[in-house]
């Protein structure tokens, strides 16, 4: 079973209409949650880290939000500059904290 | 402002050859990994690198693989004998102690012919 699940797998969006992303974790143990934005052919690039329910952050058009369960990446009034694939990752304590584990990422298109 | 650095950029070799990837992590980073990303697939975990040893490794990096810091500036990922299927993009990543995001290179796009 899959510890991080993202929804939906592809979005688009017209230019300047509102959307959430959706993150769904493994509960247990989790030590942080992460959002990067990946560009094709490119690294993942660091967004922000939540580590407790209720914790946001924002960062121009994106808000990142996180639940007992769940994240939401908020995008406010898109525009097609922000088309990539979002991608949500999770770390665990015990065996496996120094690592990541990855959604399998949502691929936003914002269309002029 | 401070950024991983990967090289080559993109490399194409044959099956059964060795191959070596190489990272500049960011300076003052302690914490060193290695991810890779088959096309159309997830980002995953192959390595972690602390205190010049292996803390943690996935199923994915077996006896083929392995890890080194040569210097006080680089890290490298090493093939052994690379196989068709070993073909992705290899992430190098940093984080600093105490902070649990990593920072990514722009990757190595492995090809295996």
């Known amino acids: 079973e899959d510890q991080v699940t993202q929804s939906p797998e592809a979005l688009r969006l017209q230019e300047g209409e509102s959307s959430s992303l959706n993150c769904s974790y493994t509960?247990?143990?989790?030590?942080?949650l992460f959002w990067y934005r990946q560009d094709p052919g490119k690294g993942p690039e660091f967004l922000f880290t939540?580590?407790?329910a209720g914790e946001e952050k924002e960062k121009e058009r994106l808000k990142a939000t996180l639940t007992k369960k769940e994240s939401f990446l908020h995008i406010t009034a898109p525009k097609p500059e922000d088309s990539a694939t979002y991608l949500c990752?999770?770390?665990?304590?015990?065996?496996?904290?120094?690592?990541?584990?990855f959604g399998k990422g949502t691929k936003l298109s914002v269309i002029p | 402002e401070p950024e991983v650095t990967q090289t080559p950029s993109h490399q194409v070799t044959q099956m059964g050859q060795e191959v070596i990837l190489r990272c500049v992590p960011i300076?003052?980073?302690?914490?060193f990994y290695w991810y890779r990303q088959i096309l159309g697939q997830k980002v995953e975990f192959l390595v972690s690198?602390?205190?010049?040893?292996?803390?943690?490794k996935s199923e994915i990096f077996d006896d083929q693989f392995s890890v080194e810091r040569p210097d006080g500036s680089n890290f490298t990922l090493k093939i052994r004998s690379t196989k068709l299927e070993d073909s992705a993009m290899y992430f190098c990543?940093?984080?600093?102690?105490?902070?649990?995001?990593?920072?990514f290179g722009q990757g190595t796009r492995l090809t295996v012919v």
């Open positions: 990543a940093s984080r600093k102690p105490r902070q649990g995001e990593a920072f």
């Open positions: 939540l580590y407790s």
């Open positions: 300076s003052n980073h302690l914490y």
């Open positions: 509960v247990s143990g989790l030590r942080g």
């Open positions: 990752a999770a770390r665990y304590s015990g065996a496996g904290s120094y690592q990541l584990t």
């Open positions: 690198f602390y205190n010049n040893e292996i803390s943690e």
